[in-house]
């Protein structure tokens, strides 16, 4: 099946910096998802990026399907997007998810 | 517009007990999926389901779990007789098509003592 790494596996951060968290995948994708876990355990969607570039506030994404990756830059951090963010991709023939490990991310004062 | 609902938010059970999850997707979505996590790791597929109909099980456990998303009210996952390595959280989520985006429940967590 897809593989899909991400890194780094770990991140902290002062609140106001930037960072740019990457997800490599195995196989061409039909889909891609970001989501944040919030320390309260919830899935919060992100971006549906299976190619090209989003914004959304202080956070945007690239998909570059061609090469296998995709990034979410966060700018301007806030303690708030402290949690774990996941990217997730949807291949071959199936509809179903393959998330990678995550990047723990803690945003300090 | 609400979103995916999942019930109970927590679960206790005792070895060799019975567990039912409920999952009610975001209205419009036919299509549902579920997904366990287990503690410090990520979500692993278990089912994908439509209406009356299961689509692809590659990553339900052999024995005693099983799915079902009836024709009327919600989808359910059920695990018979649990084990404590049952123990984590359950994901559903919904999506209105085939590979299309999903959107995730606040998930059940399910404590095997």
């Known amino acids: 099946g897809i593989q899909v790494e991400q890194s780094p596996p770990d991140l902290i951060l002062q609140e106001g910096a930037n960072s740019t968290l990457r997800c490599n995948f195995s196989?061409?994708?039909?889909?891609l998802q970001w989501f944040h876990q919030n320390p309260w355990g919830q899935l919060i969607n992100l971006f549906y990026?299976?190619?090209g570039t989003k914004q959304n506030g202080r956070l945007s994404a690239t998909t570059v399907a061609t090469e296998r990756y995709s990034l979410l830059y966060i700018s301007s951090s806030q303690t708030t997007d402290s949690g774990v963010y996941f990217c997730a991709v949807e291949g071959g023939t199936a509809s179903k998810l393959t998330f990678g490990t995550g990047t723990r991310l803690q945003v300090t004062l | 517009n609400a979103g995916v609902m999942q019930n109970p938010r927590h679960l206790v059970r005792r070895r060799g007990q019975e567990a039912r999850l409920r999952c009610s997707p975001m209205?419009?979505?036919?299509?549902v999926y579920w997904y366990r996590q287990l503690p410090e790791e990520g979500l692993k597929f278990m089912v994908y389901l439509q209406k009356e109909n299961i689509i692809d099980e590659s990553g339900m456990p052999k024995e005693r779990f099983s799915a079902e998303f009836p024709k009327e009210g919600p989808s359910i996952l059920r695990i018979q007789q649990v084990v404590r390595g049952d123990s984590a959280a359950y994901f559903c989520?919904?999506?209105?098509?085939?590979?299309?985006?999903?959107?995730f429940g606040p998930g059940t967590r399910l404590t095997v003592t």
């Open positions: 990026i299976p190619s």
């Open positions: 209205k419009g979505h036919s299509h």
């Open positions: 989520a919904s999506s209105p098509g085939f590979r299309y985006e999903q959107y």
């Open positions: 196989d061409s994708v039909n889909n």
